[in-house]
């Protein structure tokens, strides 16, 4: 008898009669019921932001190669856009997505690998974030908060500002009953509904658990036609309990402009 598996039995095998029953996994996205039926959907976007900082020597060409990038993985069908790095530069952000995260691999690190321009890029992987699209259960139109409202947002001409950054939530608010839950929820959507109403600051909400390198959860995007909304409603929303008790870690944030 093994210390890994005390029990005797072999790693997969039903342990037969008398076991105990395994939990039914269901991993659909929910949406709220339309004329009566419930909303599901197993489909959903995966979006990555990588950031990238040219040679010193080389920073002047660091817009031409981004544009060549752009071009090579948008000739593929593959949703981008790239952010000029307001706090850098020599910087460049790049926001691809797809229903298929095999995108980031077959078409996105092709383009980025090509060495057929200059400058060489180097990956900064402390800005790396990466999530999917996932749904509350109050959506009122699933699939389209789900695959076409996350692409819209970014790629809309009107709203070229955008601030990036990763959270985690502390483990006190899983405890937390969820009607309390739902409150403490409900207090920050409800700031973020009425910049977005105003229009001066549309979110686009990932889900992370388990793709980030630092174990956050959510990664979020601001994005707008002007900066300092999106500063403003980062402030608004500390005073919120969310914000204030239950959220450990934000950042780094990436702060951009979408390169015309």
């Known amino acids: 008898m093994s210390e890994a598996n005390p029990s005797g039995r072999a790693a997969g095998h039903s342990h037969g009669q008398g076991s105990e029953e395994l939990p039914v996994i269901d991993v659909s996205e929910r949406g709220a019921p339309r004329d009566g039926k419930p909303q599901t959907q197993d489909r959903r976007l995966f979006?990555?932001?990588?950031?990238?900082?040219?040679?010193?020597?080389?920073?002047?060409?660091?817009?031409?190669?981004?544009?060549?990038?752009?071009?090579?993985?948008?000739?593929?069908?593959?949703?981008?856009?790239?952010?000029?790095?307001?706090?850098?530069?020599?910087?460049?952000?790049?926001l691809t997505w797809g229903e298929d995260p095999a995108v980031f691999v077959e078409v996105v690190r092709p383009a980025i690998l090509d060495e057929g321009s200059a400058p060489r890029l180097h990956l900064r992987p402390d800005m790396t974030?990466?999530?999917?699209?996932?749904s509350t259960g109050y959506e009122q139109d699933l699939?389209?908060?789900?695959?076409?409202?996350?692409?819209?947002?970014?790629?809309?001409?009107a709203w070229p500002w955008a601030v990036w950054y990763p959270l985690r939530r502390s483990g006190a608010f899983a405890k937390l009953?969820?009607?309390?839950?739902?409150?403490?929820?409900?207090?920050?959507?409800?700031?973020?509904?009425?910049?977005g109403a105003k229009d001066l600051a549309h979110d686009i909400r990932l889900a992370?658990?388990?793709?980030?390198?630092?174990?956050?959860e959510f990664v979020i995007g601001l994005v707008g036609k002007e900066l300092h909304p999106l500063s403003h409603?980062?402030?608004?929303?500390?005073?919120?309990?969310?914000?204030?008790?239950?959220?450990?870690?934000?950042?780094?944030?990436?702060?951009?402009?979408?390169?015309g």
């Not at 544009?67 to 460049?92: F, H, L, Q, T």
């Not at 974030?129 to 996932?134: A, D, F, N, S, V």
């Not at 699939?143 to 809309?156: D, G, I, K, Q």
């Not at 009953?177 to 910049?195: C, D, F, N």
Request: glycine share 8%; proline share 4%; net charge positive.
């Open 177 to 195: 009953e969820p009607r309390e839950q739902g409150s403490i929820l409900r207090e920050h959507g409800t700031i973020g509904k009425a910049y």
């Open 208 to 216: 992370c658990h388990g793709l980030d390198a630092r174990d956050n």
């Open 47 to 94: 979006m990555q932001l990588l950031v990238f900082q040219a040679e010193a020597s080389n920073a002047e060409g660091v817009t031409r190669k981004a544009r060549s990038i752009r071009s090579a993985i948008a000739s593929k069908g593959v949703g981008v856009v790239v952010y000029e790095d307001v706090n850098d530069p020599s910087s460049i952000g790049l």
């Open 233 to 259: 409603i980062v402030q608004a929303m500390r005073k919120t309990r969310q914000t204030s008790e239950f959220i450990s870690q934000m950042g780094p944030f990436f702060v951009g402009r979408v390169l």
């Open 129 to 134: 974030m990466l999530g999917r699209t996932y």
């Open 143 to 157: 699939e389209f908060w789900l695959l076409r409202r996350p692409a819209e947002t970014v790629a809309n001409p």
